[in-house]
Nanobody
Framework: QVLLVESGGGLVQTGDSLRLSCAAS????????MGWFRQAPGKEREFVAG????????RYLDSVKGRFTVSRDNAKNTVYLQMNSLKPEDTAVYYC????????????????WGQGTQVTVSS
Protein backbone atom coordinates (compact mmCIF):
# COMPACT_ATOMS: atom_id res chain seq x y z
CA GLN A 1 0.00 0.00 0.00
CA VAL A 2 1.18 3.52 -0.82
CA LEU A 3 -0.13 6.61 0.93
CA LEU A 4 0.03 9.92 -0.95
CA VAL A 5 -0.51 13.33 0.61
CA GLU A 6 -0.64 16.50 -1.49
CA SER A 7 -0.02 20.00 -0.24
CA GLY A 8 0.64 23.47 -1.59
CA GLY A 9 -2.64 24.44 -3.20
CA GLY A 10 -4.27 27.81 -2.70
CA LEU A 11 -5.86 30.90 -4.19
CA VAL A 12 -3.66 32.94 -6.50
CA GLN A 13 -4.01 35.50 -9.25
CA THR A 14 -3.39 35.09 -12.97
CA GLY A 15 0.33 34.93 -13.66
CA ASP A 16 1.28 33.79 -10.16
CA SER A 17 3.11 30.60 -9.23
CA LEU A 18 2.46 27.69 -6.90
CA ARG A 19 4.41 24.59 -6.01
CA LEU A 20 2.51 21.45 -5.16
CA SER A 21 4.10 18.65 -3.20
CA CYS A 22 3.16 14.99 -3.00
CA ALA A 23 4.68 13.04 -0.14
CA ALA A 24 4.61 9.26 -0.45
CA SER A 25 4.85 6.70 2.31
CA UNK A 26 4.36 2.98 2.67
CA UNK A 27 5.59 0.56 0.02
CA UNK A 28 7.28 3.16 -2.13
CA UNK A 29 9.74 2.24 -4.84
CA UNK A 30 11.81 3.98 -7.48
CA UNK A 31 10.16 1.65 -9.96
CA UNK A 32 7.02 3.73 -9.60
CA UNK A 33 5.71 6.47 -11.85
CA MET A 34 4.05 9.47 -10.27
CA GLY A 35 1.35 11.41 -12.04
CA TRP A 36 -0.30 14.75 -11.40
CA PHE A 37 -3.94 15.00 -12.46
CA ARG A 38 -6.55 17.69 -12.10
CA GLN A 39 -10.30 17.83 -12.10
CA ALA A 40 -12.36 20.97 -12.57
CA PRO A 41 -16.08 21.08 -11.69
CA GLY A 42 -18.15 19.28 -14.29
CA LYS A 43 -15.10 17.98 -16.13
CA GLU A 44 -13.30 14.68 -16.29
CA ARG A 45 -10.07 14.13 -14.44
CA GLU A 46 -7.13 14.83 -16.77
CA PHE A 47 -3.43 14.11 -16.77
CA VAL A 48 -1.27 17.17 -16.21
CA ALA A 49 2.25 15.88 -15.72
CA GLY A 50 4.10 12.76 -14.68
CA UNK A 51 7.56 11.57 -13.85
CA UNK A 52 9.35 8.25 -13.69
CA UNK A 53 11.04 7.98 -10.32
CA UNK A 54 13.78 5.74 -11.71
CA UNK A 55 15.28 8.23 -14.15
CA UNK A 56 13.27 11.45 -13.84
CA UNK A 57 11.71 11.23 -17.31
CA UNK A 58 8.84 13.73 -17.41
CA ARG A 59 5.71 14.00 -19.49
CA TYR A 60 3.30 16.93 -19.77
CA LEU A 61 -0.12 17.90 -20.98
CA ASP A 62 0.41 20.15 -24.01
CA SER A 63 -1.35 23.11 -22.44
CA VAL A 64 1.04 23.22 -19.48
CA LYS A 65 4.31 22.68 -21.32
CA GLY A 66 6.69 25.54 -20.61
CA ARG A 67 4.69 26.62 -17.55
CA PHE A 68 4.68 23.55 -15.29
CA THR A 69 7.66 21.48 -14.19
CA VAL A 70 7.48 18.11 -12.47
CA SER A 71 10.39 16.92 -10.35
CA ARG A 72 11.17 14.38 -7.69
CA ASP A 73 13.34 13.96 -4.61
CA ASN A 74 13.65 10.24 -4.12
CA ALA A 75 15.46 10.67 -0.81
CA LYS A 76 12.41 12.47 0.55
CA ASN A 77 9.85 10.31 -1.29
CA THR A 78 8.36 13.52 -2.61
CA VAL A 79 7.27 14.70 -6.03
CA TYR A 80 6.72 18.33 -6.90
CA LEU A 81 4.72 20.25 -9.47
CA GLN A 82 6.00 23.76 -10.00
CA MET A 83 3.28 25.79 -11.69
CA ASN A 84 4.19 29.15 -13.19
CA SER A 85 2.19 31.68 -15.21
CA LEU A 86 -1.04 30.27 -13.83
CA LYS A 87 -4.27 30.90 -15.72
CA PRO A 88 -7.91 30.76 -14.62
CA GLU A 89 -8.33 27.59 -16.68
CA ASP A 90 -5.79 25.89 -14.39
CA THR A 91 -8.33 26.09 -11.58
CA ALA A 92 -9.08 22.56 -10.36
CA VAL A 93 -8.47 20.04 -7.63
CA TYR A 94 -5.01 18.61 -8.22
CA TYR A 95 -4.26 15.00 -7.35
CA CYS A 96 -1.10 12.99 -7.33
CA UNK A 97 -1.19 9.32 -8.16
CA UNK A 98 1.19 6.39 -8.37
CA UNK A 99 1.53 3.30 -10.46
CA UNK A 100 4.26 0.84 -11.29
CA UNK A 101 6.65 1.42 -14.17
CA UNK A 102 4.85 2.94 -17.15
CA UNK A 103 4.25 6.67 -17.43
CA UNK A 104 0.73 6.77 -18.82
CA UNK A 105 -1.99 9.42 -18.96
CA UNK A 106 -5.16 7.50 -18.12
CA UNK A 107 -6.39 7.94 -14.56
CA UNK A 108 -7.59 4.33 -14.54
CA UNK A 109 -3.98 3.15 -14.94
CA UNK A 110 -2.99 4.49 -11.53
CA UNK A 111 -3.36 2.43 -8.39
CA UNK A 112 -2.87 4.94 -5.57
CA TRP A 113 -4.30 8.44 -5.17
CA GLY A 114 -3.95 11.33 -2.80
CA GLN A 115 -6.87 13.30 -1.40
CA GLY A 116 -6.30 16.28 -3.67
CA THR A 117 -5.48 19.93 -3.15
CA GLN A 118 -7.48 22.87 -4.49
CA VAL A 119 -5.85 25.35 -6.84
CA THR A 120 -7.87 28.44 -7.68
CA VAL A 121 -6.60 31.07 -10.10
CA SER A 122 -8.52 34.33 -10.17
CA SER A 123 -8.60 36.60 -13.20
Amino acid sequence: QVLLVESGGGLVQTGDSLRLSCAASGRTSTSYTMGWFRQAPGKEREFVAGIRLSDGTPRYLDSVKGRFTVSRDNAKNTVYLQMNSLKPEDTAVYYCAARAWLLTVRPSDYDYWGQGTQVTVSS
